[in-house]
Each structure stands twice: as C-alpha cells, then as structure tokens.
C-alpha cells in the first residue's frame, strides 16, 4: 500500500513557475515509477512527466523543456519543477505511483495548478 500526498499547487501568472512536490509513504518507494498526470474541464487524465526507480524520465511533448522530474528516494519523494507556465497548463494535477514488480498503482488526491494573470 503506497500513501501519496501532493502539495505546492495554486494561482500563478504565464510565464511564472511552481513546484510541485508528491510525499509517499507506506511501501517501499524506490521500487515504484512515479508519474504526474494532470486533468483539466473537459479532457481526459494524461501524463505530464513520469520517472522510473532507476532514474528515466518521459515527459510529454507538451512540456518537454519546461517541466522537470525527480525524485529523492531518501526522503520518499517526487516533484515536478514547472517553469514558463502557461494557461493551459491549468489542471489539477496528480502524483502517481506504479510498482515495477507488483504492478499496483496508487494515485493522491491531487492539487490544483492555475495559470492565469
């Protein structure tokens, strides 16, 4: 069982920058890919960046070169450096936890991003 608790979400103008942060706890987190997906009115839930346990991310075309991933394995979590925000950036976004053996998935609560001046 994984616990994912998102934070540093809020009101920010274009152009500016926030940084999310995934606290986990429960399961071992170094065995889990973690991921931030996002969900905005009228669209469906997709991947906005993802990192394995060994250290490999993705992103989506949509933010490559704007957002960055990690992770701390030490202190069992995942943030997401979001710079040169835009309005459509606005969505809530979700911290997600895959296991690489189990296959379990875990999501938190999330938190909403608001790009807007």
């Known amino acids: 069982q994984v616990q994912l608790v998102e934070s540093g979400g809020g009101l920010v103008q274009p152009g500016g920058s926030l940084r999310l942060s995934c606290a986990a706890s429960?399961?071992?987190?170094?065995?889990?890919?973690m991921g931030w997906y996002r969900h905005s009115p009228g669209k469906q839930r997709d991947l906005v960046a993802e990192?394995?346990?060994?250290?490999?991310?993705n992103y989506a075309d949509s933010v490559k070169g704007r957002f960055t991933i990690s992770r701390d394995n030490a202190k069992n979590t995942v943030s997401l450096q979001m710079n040169s925000l835009k309005p459509e950036d606005t969505a809530v976004y979700y911290c997600?936890?895959?296991?690489?053996?189990?296959?379990?998935?875990?999501w938190g609560k999330g938190t909403l991003v608001t790009v807007s001046s």
């Open positions: 997600n936890a895959a296991g690489e053996e189990n296959g379990m998935i875990y």
């Open positions: 990192i394995t346990s060994g250290g490999s991310t």
């Open positions: 429960g399961s071992i987190f170094s065995r889990y890919a």
